[in-house]
C-alpha cells in the first residue's frame, strides 16, 4: 500500500496561514499527490492535486521536493469554516485500491 | 450539473440481513469507487468499478459485492450483515477515459449513506 503519514492534529487561529506536511516515502514514479477535506458526516472533497515542484489553486497551495517523497498543503488565511480533516493520498485512479487515506489530520481553527 | 449522489442517506438493518447502496456518479465520469469509512478513521477502499466490471478491490470479504449499470450508476451489496459493518458508506466517482484521467488521482465523493446494523 501506498503509506502517507501526517500530524494527527493542528490548532490554527483565524487568518493565519497553515501548512500541513505529509511524508509519502515509498511513492512511485507515476503517483500523483492529491489532498481531500472533510467536514463531519460528509464525504471528502478534493482540494488539489500535483506531481512535482508547487501547485497553486484558488483554494491552496501545494509544495512537492524534488524527491517527491513528501508534500505540504498550505491554507492561506484560514476561517473558522477550514475546521475540518485533511488527508494526503498518493496514487492515481488506476490503482487507487493500493492507496489509503490514513486517518487524516484534524485542523481546528480557532477565533 | 449534478455531482455525485447516494441513497439512501440512512439506513438501519439486523445483524444477519443484507443490504444494497446505490449511487449515481458525476456527469462525465464512468469509474465508481466505494468506500467505507469507521467512526473517526479515514475512508477504506472497498472495490472500484469500471466498463461494468470490477477493477481493483481491497481488503474486504466476499460479503461485499459491486454491480455497475450501462449508465455508469452502481450499487454495493453487504450480505450476512455484521455489527462492524456499521459506518459511513462513500461513493467516488471519477473517470479512466482519457490519459490525464487516468494518471490523475481526482474523485468526487458523494455525501455517503449512514449504515447501522444492530
Known amino acids: 500500500l501506498a503509506k502517507t503519514t501526517q500530524p494527527i492534529s493542528m490548532d490554527s487561529y483565524e487568518g493565519q496561514e497553515v501548512n500541513i506536511t505529509c511524508s509519502h516515502n515509498?511513492?512511485?514514479?507515476?503517483?500523483?499527490i492529491t489532498w481531500y477535506q472533510q467536514f463531519p458526516s460528509q464525504g471528502p472533497r478534493f482540494i488539489i492535486q500535483g506531481y512535482k515542484t508547487k501547485v497553486t489553486n484558488e483554494v491552496a497551495s501545494l509544495f512537492i521536493p524534488a524527491d517527491r517523497k513528501s508534500s505540504t498543503l498550505s491554507l492561506p488565511r484560514v476561517s473558522l469554516s477550514d475546521t475540518a480533516v485533511y488527508y494526503c493520498l498518493v496514487g492515481r485512479n488506476t490503482n487507487a485500491g493500493k492507496s489509503t487515506f490514513g486517518d487524516g489530520t484534524t485542523l481546528t481553527v480557532k477565533p | 450539473d449534478a455531482g455525485v449522489t447516494q441513497s439512501p442517506t440512512h439506513l438501519i438493518k439486523t445483524r444477519g440481513q443484507q443490504v444494497t447502496l446505490r449511487c449515481s456518479p458525476k456527469s462525465g465520469h464512468d469509474t465508481v469507487s466505494w468506500y467505507q469509512q469507521a467512526l473517526g478513521q479515514g475512508p477504506q477502499f472497498i472495490f472500484q468499478?469500471?466498463?461494468?466490471?470490477?477493477?481493483q478491490r481491497g481488503n474486504f470479504p466476499d460479503r461485499f459485492s459491486g454491480h455497475q449499470f450501462p449508465n455508469y450508476s452502481s450499487e454495493l451489496n453487504v450480505n450476512a450483515l455484521l455489527l462492524g459493518d456499521s459506518a459511513l458508506y462513500l461513493c467516488a466517482s471519477s473517470s479512466l477515459h482519457g490519459w490525464s484521467d487516468r494518471h490523475s488521482y481526482e474523485q468526487y465523493f458523494g455525501p455517503g449513506t449512514r449504515l447501522t446494523v444492530t
Open positions: 515509498n511513492i512511485a514514479t507515476n503517483d500523483y
Open positions: 468499478y469500471y466498463e461494468e466490471e470490477e477493477r
